[in-house]
């Protein structure tokens, strides 16, 4: 897997402290390396969580129940039909703070990206309203085979963190690319989750994506090429540490990250009316929409006929959303955080970082994240942005990175500052 498609990832100094307390399901499906996850098991329980261990037909052929029971201290649930009015995977999954699915078989990991619940492990997934932790484990043929590669990014695309594998030997006597992470990296993810999906919990944030469309006629319109994920990015990383985040989001077709409010506009001042309904009640807000900058002064109710020859279309400026935010008062919390972008033509970190100094200032921002939109993996439409981020505290030059990390690192800012 290339580095695109790992999460970013920081130790947490106390495991054991952040799964203190904890409702873990620990799901064991059928591999080898299910021997390995004893360990995990056993690790969460010495740290206090409470550890519920589901597992498949398959897993039981490699350990036993017996093993994760004397571990655990609770019964190991195998059977999707309980006795009588039980509903197990509905009770499992109901007010438990984490899933760690270890070792995650092809398989399994399928039937997790395809929503399949025919039995105990998968319908308790997809019923989890938790953050979800994955250790696949399998033969260097099936982690490679383009099936298990999708299916691994479609889970990644909805937040699932991945953590492995590694290469190393591998039961068939091979070596490669399959094996199951260690225990410990396992619950070293789990309390990294655990941390980061509460530091922003009771704060609310509002984000905007995508680019405006501003009409000319009822067929065409002023636009640009935003696509919307680098605000979906954001308000995904605010939403899996635990704030209440609302998305104002133009036309996209990015699909937005479930647990997240929507609100779908198509205009800037349809934006504007959104954000500033909006902007009192929020903690921060980040405006990574493309906002056209200008629109056409009047817009015909019929379409401009082409026989009428090249319209003149005069334009006026479209109101400046972050602007306003930076310098009015009254309209959000005078604690609040404000976070713009600017879309620079200029790949220079030290260029980028002086651009957003000087938008710093202009715009009333706190934070502005430049990004270079004049290559062609960084900027509108591509997963990959290079960017700065200029904040009271300094510049970070975050390079050239996902747009899913480098939301992580933008949110990481803004939690810091909260
Ligand atoms: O959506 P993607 O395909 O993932 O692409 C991401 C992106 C390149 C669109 C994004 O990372 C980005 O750079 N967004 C800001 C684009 C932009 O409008 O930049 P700007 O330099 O023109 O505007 C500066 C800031 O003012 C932005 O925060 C913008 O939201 C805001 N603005 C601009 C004009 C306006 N009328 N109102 C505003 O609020």
């Not at 790992?6 to 054991?16: E, F, I, K």
């Not at 004397?70 to 309980?82: A, C």
């Not at 209440?244 to 647990?259: A, E, M, R």
């Not at 290079?386 to 990390?405: E, H, M, S």
Request: hydrophobic content about 45%.
């Amino acid at each position: 897997m290339d580095d695109a498609h790992l999460p970013d990832r920081s130790p947490v100094a106390d495991v054991a402290a952040a799964l203190q307390g904890k409702k873990v399901l620990l799901c064991v499906t059928g591999g080898i390396a299910a021997y390995k996850v004893a360990y995990v098991a056993r690790g969460l329980a010495q740290s206090g969580a409470d550890v519920r261990v589901i597992m498949t037909r398959s897993a039981e052929r490699f350990v036993g129940a017996q093993t994760f029971a004397s571990l655990t201290g609770n019964k190991v649930y195998t059977e999707l039909f309980g006795e009588g009015p039980d509903v197990p995977h509905v009770e499992l999954a109901r007010g438990a703070d984490l899933a760690i699915v270890a070792p995650a078989t092809a398989n399994s990991v399928a039937k997790m990206a395809l929503g399949i619940a025919d039995d105990l492990f998968s319908a308790t997934l997809l019923t989890v309203r938790c953050p979800i932790v994955v250790a696949p484990a399998m033969h260097t043929e099936m982690w490679e085979n383009a099936a298990t590669q999708h299916n691994v990014h479609l889970l990644l695309e909805r937040g699932v963190i991945v953590v492995g594998p590694v290469s190393g030997a591998l039961s068939s006597g091979d070596e490669g690319p399959g094996r199951m992470v260690e225990p410990d990296e396992i619950l070293g993810a789990a309390a990294e989750v655990l941390v980061r999906s509460q530091d922003l919990a009771g704060k609310r944030i509002l984000v905007t994506a995508g680019g405006t469309q501003e009409p000319i006629d009822p067929v065409r319109f002023i636009g640009n090429r935003s696509s919307g994920l680098m605000g979906i990015e954001i308000a995904r990383a605010a939403h899996e540490r635990g704030a209440k985040v609302t998305l104002v989001i133009g036309p996209s077709n990015v699909p937005p990250p479930p647990g997240v409010d929507v609100i779908r506009v198509k205009t800037a001042q349809e934006m504007r009316d959104e954000v500033f309904e909006l902007a009192g009640d929020a903690d921060a807000i980040v405006k990574a929409a493309a906002v056209a900058d200008w629109r056409s002064a009047e817009h015909a109710d019929q379409k401009l006929k082409k026989a009428a020859g090249p319209p003149e279309i005069d334009l006026e400026p479209t109101p400046d959303i972050l602007s306003e935010l930076g310098h009015s008062g009254g309209i959000r919390k005078p604690t609040s955080i404000l976070v713009g972008f600017a879309a620079e033509t200029q790949p220079d970190a030290g260029a980028l970082s002086a651009l957003a100094e000087e938008k710093r200032a202009a715009k009333g921002a706190d934070i502005i994240v430049a990004n270079d939109v004049s290559s062609p993996d960084s900027g509108f439409e591509v997963p990959t942005n290079r960017a700065v981020i200029a904040g009271p505290d300094g510049v970070i030059d975050v390079g050239l990175v996902t747009k899913r990390a480098l939301a992580k690192a933008l949110v990481d800012r803004i939690a810091k500052l909260l």
